[in-house]
T-cell receptor, first 114, second 116 residues
Framework: GAGVSQTPSNKVTEKGKYVELRCDPI?????LYWYRQSLGQGPEFLIY????????DSGLPNDRFFAVRPEGSVSTLKIQRTERGDSAVYLC????????????FGPGTRLTVL | AQTVTQSQPEMSVQEAETVTLSCTYD???????LFWYKQPPSRQMILVIR??????QNATENRFSVNFQKAAKSFSLKISDSQLGDAAMYFC?????????????FGTGTRLTVIP
């Protein structure tokens, strides 16, 4: 079956602009995660959805970042008033029910803020 | 908070040889999950192997195996018969079993080069 997909693959924007990053999880996966990966680092957790609700948003760095998953499938990460420090690869992952399951990652969106 | 440490920023191995990547972690929990992910230049994180802390037997997936030392909080990855396609960044990750806290904590990664 299809894996996790993310669009766009790359996004270049100017400081202060608004961006939306989209994630399509694997069908049937109830859990969805967003991570941010800066250059030379491992991914860092941003937010976790179980179904439509954000079960844990403790990783969001500030109130410029927001994510939704209105129908329990596709999710959108929204960043307002982008800053140069927001430049990173944003990874989305999904997992089926069951704690023993690993998370399946998408290819990420590389965001560059000029 | 849980921390994951990968002390080897880079490693290299000759094709067909064996290499071991190190990972240590810090936690006060007794039950948890550990993972190794591979990230090639395509950026997609690929699950290599997983280990449940309550299982004493080391996980194995074909050429990949782990050495899980719970008391030492160590979780190393051994790659046997290394292939050119194994070249990538490798990340060790930890996950708590607590409901509602399912996110992964990653180390900083080890870049593996495979020499033909």
């Amino acid at each position: 079956g299809a894996g996790v997909s993310q669009t766009p693959s790359n996004k270049v924007t100017e400081k202060g602009k608004y961006v939306e990053l989209r994630c399509d999880p694997i069908s049937g996966h109830t859990a969805l995660y967003w991570y941010r990966q800066s250059l030379g680092q491992g991914p860092e957790f941003l937010i976790y959805f179980q179904g439509t609700g954000a079960a844990d948003d403790s990783g969001l760095p500030n109130d410029r970042f927001f994510a939704v998953r209105p129908e329990g499938s596709v999710s959108t990460l929204k960043i307002q008033r982008t800053e140069r420090g927001d430049s990173a690869v944003y990874l989305c992952a999904s997992s089926p029910p069951g704690l023993q399951s690993g998370q399946f990652f998408g290819p990420g969106t590389r965001l560059t803020v000029l | 908070a849980q921390t994951v440490t990968q002390s080897q920023p880079e490693m290299s191995v000759q094709e067909a040889e064996t290499v071991t990547l190190s990972c240590t972690y810090d936690t006060s929990e007794s039950d948890y999950y550990l993972f190794w992910y591979k990230q090639p230049p395509s950026r997609q994180m690929i699950l290599v192997i997983r280990q449940e802390a309550y299982k004493q037997q080391n996980a194995t997936e074909n050429r990949f195996s782990v050495n899980f030392q719970k008391a030492a909080k160590s979780f190393s990855l051994k790659i046997s018969d290394s292939q050119l396609g194994d070249a990538a960044m490798y990340f060790c990750a930890y996950r708590t079993p607590q409901t509602g806290a399912n996110n992964l904590f990653f180390g900083t990664g080890t870049r593996l080069t495979v020499i033909p």
